[in-house]
């Protein structure tokens, strides 16, 4: 099984219906409460509510990626650090831990369910009111746009030129350089990103240039004021529960 990563799950569903931007709204007024309330109580209304979601939108387990042992690794050094200061500066680290987890993965859950090409109109839309002030907007989104869109496939490069480098004869001298792997990727790399860079503007140019990029028609529905008032109402719920409490 493969895993995915911000690409879109190709399946029906309510969730991939909405609008980009109202996945968007909702993921910032998440981020928002969980900046200023990062209590347990929230935060686990908020990973309950991300887990109804990802059920919602019908996406299957092998969707979620598979973290290296290196990481939880990395983290338990990290708890073992602060266990000296005492319990509470554990419980802080957890709880950041968490807040960051939980913002990464309602990131992650835009990704999986909407189109990349949604992206940079949504985001144009969304940041019309600051072409007032001048400000490059449409630029703006189609450089966020075109990183997502680019990043799978630095991903499947850098998988491919590692499965390269293991079909290649061994060398004793390279074996000894612990850095020598990480270095023949990173600059292979770095050449296929330019090359891809490349065609990709040619290609824009084209096509029209990067405004074609935001002239996808694409604005909200009535299906996307009650998601968000569903956001919201859960927003002001786990922290009306959590003063309560």
Request: with cysteine.
């Amino acid at each position: 099984m493969t895993m995915v990563l911000f690409r879109q799950v190709p399946v029906a569903s309510p969730i991939h219906s909405l609008w980009a931007g109202t996945k968007m709204i909702a993921a910032f007024l998440l981020s928002l409460v969980l900046m200023f309330w990062p209590t347990w109580l929230v935060l686990g209304a908020v990973i309950v509510f991300l887990l109804v979601i990802g059920v919602v939108a019908r996406l299957p387990l092998n969707t979620l990626p598979r973290l290296p042992l290196v990481f939880w690794v990395l983290i338990a050094i990290g708890a073992l650090l602060n266990a000296p200061v005492g319990s509470q500066s554990v419980l802080n680290y957890c709880r950041i831990l968490v807040f960051g987890l939980v913002l990464v993965t309602a990131s992650f859950l835009i990704a999986w369910t909407t189109p990349m090409g949604e992206i940079a109109p949504a985001l144009a839309k969304l940041g019309a009111p600051l072409r007032k002030l001048r400000l490059p907007v449409d630029e703006w989104a189609v450089v966020v746009a075109l990183m997502l869109r680019s990043l799978p496939l630095l991903l499947e490069e850098i998988r491919i030129l590692r499965a390269a480098r293991k079909l290649r004869p061994k060398d004793r001298l390279l074996e000894r350089a612990a850095d020598a792997a990480l270095i023949d990727i990173l600059t292979a790399a770095m050449a296929v990103a330019t090359r891809r860079a490349s065609e990709l503007g040619e290609a824009i140019t084209a096509r029209g240039g990067t405004g074609q990029l935001t002239a996808h028609p694409s604005s909200p529905t009535r299906r996307d004021a009650v998601a968000l008032a569903v956001v919201v109402a859960v927003c002001l719920g786990s922290v009306a529960l959590d003063w309560v409490i």
